[in-house]
């Protein structure tokens, strides 16, 4: 169909219904733009004038109550401004926060309550709103209330699971509290609310700990775990250390190959495996005159040994020791492959076995010097009747001459001799 423009009346009309909509638009647009540029605007007035132009923008009544906010005369006008702004968007965490302050100024603490509440359920994922949240109930004394928001916190900032976990635990005290209320369940979380007990050498609580993160069954490297069964090895609760060495193959495959069999109770006896230093397998310290390594050319059986080079100073043993687990008042029988190169010293390096708690010594094989080729040392020894824990080290004795040369080591064993036992 066409349109007859050839009359002026009806190019006039066409005009007006083209632009006319255009018209609006723009007026729309120019009014839009210029209440934004005066909410920028420092004044009140200016603010107020913003409202005016745009009354359905919750986001102008907010920047209106922040400034009446300020003043304890007009903080009712903003918890008025403040209220209407929620009203047109409920879904803004951020106003609630500004009404729950203003409420607060005014001492109007339920009310305060409330529009926190509101504000985490606008925001429930966010952790400073769940933190804001959590913090009003703590100082309101309703632990149980603040608890669950701090999960959110240490569910979704990472950066701040230490300092909330700090925090929680001062307000709770509880551990099964902590676990119920407080803590997501993810192995991260779990594994750094341990980390805080075994640093408060609490190892009642630690072992409640150790018991949900098994619970878990989220793997998790064993490392992280190693500080526990230090606390746990120091406190002499070898029954629960043992237990958790084993848990701790179900979530870790790589502990899988770090344990104890009767056929040989030292765990990672060949070397075989990288040493974790902790735990039930060797533990190792930095010293600067006997230097360990792990040496791939020089092995008795399988593909590994430790060496140990001494640099003719002072060392009073390797730095190096295991803790095996044993039955108390059985026999047992210690054996090691050693290879030495140009040992020089009056007192060369032994191995030792002895009670982990007394002190007590039940084997020391004879020093290893000058240079021989792979030979086992042995001893049988006899654990007393409440040793449950012992130690396999290397060490000298006497300790105080100077010492050099080489000496590797590999095929470290120690096995129950069947049949033995208290005498009847």
């Given amino acids: ?12 009309a066409f005009g007006v219904v083209v632009l006319a909509p255009l018209g609006v638009y723009l007026l729309f647009t120019a009014r839009a733009f210029w209440a934004a540029y005066l909410a920028r605007q420092p004044g ?12 359905s923008n919750s986001e102008y009544r907010a920047v209106l109550a922040r400034n009446q906010a300020l003043s304890v005369a007009t903080v009712d006008d903003a918890i008025a401004n403040l209220r209407s702004a929620v009203q047109l968007n409920p879904y803004r965490s ?8 203003s409420y607060q100024i005014s001492g109007r603490i339920e009310e305060q309550a409330e529009a926190v509440q ?5 925001d429930p994922m966010t952790p400073h709103v769940a933190s804001e949240a959590a913090n009003f109930f703590l100082i309101e004394g309703d632990v149980a209330k603040a608890l669950p928001y701090f999960r959110t916190v240490l569910a979704n900032d990472p950066d701040s699971v230490d300092s909330t976990l700090q925090l929680c635990w001062r307000a709770s005290g509880d551990t099964n509290q902590m676990f119920e209320q ?57 029954g629960a ?28 006896g060949g070397f075989e495996e990288t040493l974790l230093n902790g735990g039930f397998d060797w533990w190792y310290e930095p010293n600067p005159h006997a230097k360990l390594a792990i040496d791939t050319d020089q092995f008795y059986t399988g593909s590994r040994s430790l060496s140990v080079l001494f640099d003719g100073r002072n ?11 044993v039955k108390p008042d059985m026999d047992y029988e210690f054996s090691a492959e050693s290879k030495t190169q140009d040992m020089d010293s009056a007192s060369g390096p032994r191995f030792a076995v002895g009670d982990a708690y007394t002190f007590t010594s039940y084997a020391l094989t004879d020093d290893l010097l000058g240079s021989n080729f792979w030979h086992r040392q042995q001893a049988r020894f006899h654990t007393g009747s409440k040793t449950n ?30 049949g033995s036992g208290s005498p009847h």
Avoid at 44 to 55: N, S
Avoid at 118 to 122: E, W
Avoid at 392 to 416: A, C, N, S
């Fill in 118 to 122: 509101r504000a985490a359920a606008a």
């Fill in 315 to 325: 060392a009073p043993d390797a730095g190096i020791a295991q803790f095996v687990p």
């Fill in 44 to 55: 009140v007035r200016e603010i107020e004038t913003a409202i005016r132009l745009e009354p």
């Fill in 182 to 238: 407080a803590l997501p369940q993810k192995s991260n979380v779990y594994l750094a609310f341990l980390r805080f007990l075994v640093s408060k050498q609490d190892i009642g609580a630690a072992k409640i700990a150790w018991e949900r993160l098994m619970k878990l069954q989220q793997s998790f490297p064993a490392k992280l775990a190693l500080p526990y069964f230090r606390l746990l090895i120091a406190g002499k609760e070898v």
């Fill in 389 to 418: 824990l012992i130690f396999v080290k290397i060490t000298r004795d006497p300790p105080g001459p100077l010492i050099r040369g080489k000496l590797w080591v590999d095929d470290v064993k120690i096995v129950e001799v069947s």
């Fill in 241 to 268: 250390a043992s237990t958790g060495w084993q848990q701790l193959a179900q979530v870790d495959e790589e502990i899988r190959r770090y344990q104890a069999s009767p056929a040989n109770l030292v765990v990672n």
């Fill in 94 to 101: 951020s106003y609630w926060l500004d009404l729950a302050g």
């Fill in 1 to 12: 169909m066409q349109i007859d423009l050839q009359s002026p009346l009806r190019r006039l």
